[in-house]
């Protein structure tokens, strides 16, 4: 049976980091369907235009202009269709308070950016094999 495309919308607004997770995402044998939002504004509108094709996960840096990760968060979990999306902060901020605050906020993970892009690119694999492959999201089915 074959794998349909993980859907993931990608909410970061530094250029090379976008590219990057794109690039890891899209190596190896698990389709990846990746929609890029340089900011939560930018992200927020997607999801209203798109309210049929949600994604089944949201790849969040904190740090970005308009409207940062935090309150993207918080947006997506108080609205009544977004809320089921599992929201996955992905940033280079390590501090204690950044990691306690979103999962307050709902965050289903937050993963530390690494410096190194061979161990940066290891961890996209991992995370986008447990998204496909090991937990079962809304509406899809496992793949083998």
């Not at 740090?63 to 929201?87: A, C, Y």
Request: hydrophobic share 45%; charged share 20%; glycine share 4%.
């Amino acid at each position: 049976m074959p794998v349909s495309a993980l859907n993931i919308m990608l909410v970061e607004d530094e250029l090379a980091d976008m590219h990057l997770i794109r690039f890891a995402l899209n190596n190896g044998e698990l389709p990846v369907s990746l929609h890029h939002a340089c900011d939560g504004l930018d992200a927020v509108q997607y999801l209203e235009q798109h309210p049929v094709a949600l994604p089944d996960l949201i790849l969040l840096d904190l740090n970005m202009p308009r409207m940062d990760g935090k309150e993207f968060l918080k947006t997506v979990k108080h609205h009544p269709r977004w809320s089921q999306i599992p929201v996955v902060v992905l940033t280079t901020s390590d501090a204690e308070r950044d990691v306690l605050d979103v999962y307050r906020l709902g965050a289903a993970g937050y993963v530390t950016k690494p410096s190194d892009m061979t161990v940066f690119v290891d961890a996209m694999h991992h995370l986008k094999h447990y998204w496909m492959q090991t937990v079962r999201l809304p509406g899809r089915v496992l793949s083998a």
